[in-house]
């Protein structure tokens, strides 16, 4: 009897890790690239990055002519002179 308990325990606890685990997965897609209305690309949930100077205000900026500043996994915003 307390076997077959422990048993039962153990699945419902493995069904219960792996849906948690599914779930955090499949949310990774939320912070996905799209255009906005004017052909710029932003990071769904983050439109306040659009161009360089938004972009080099939270992210590093390379030190290459000219100046360029990458969001991890996402584009790369050039300075326009």
Known sequence: M?????ILIFIIAT????????ILFMRKDEDAW???SSGNW???GNPAIHDFDSC??????????PEQC?????PT???EY
């Open 2 to 6: 307390f076997k077959n308990r422990r």
């Open 15 to 22: 069904v219960i890790i792996f849906s948690t685990i599914t």
């Open 34 to 36: 799209v255009k906005d």
């Open 42 to 44: 932003v990071m769904h």
């Open 56 to 65: 080099a205000k939270k992210y590093p900026v390379r030190e290459t002519y």
């Open 70 to 74: 990458a969001m991890p996994n996402g």
């Open 77 to 79: 915003f050039t300075k």
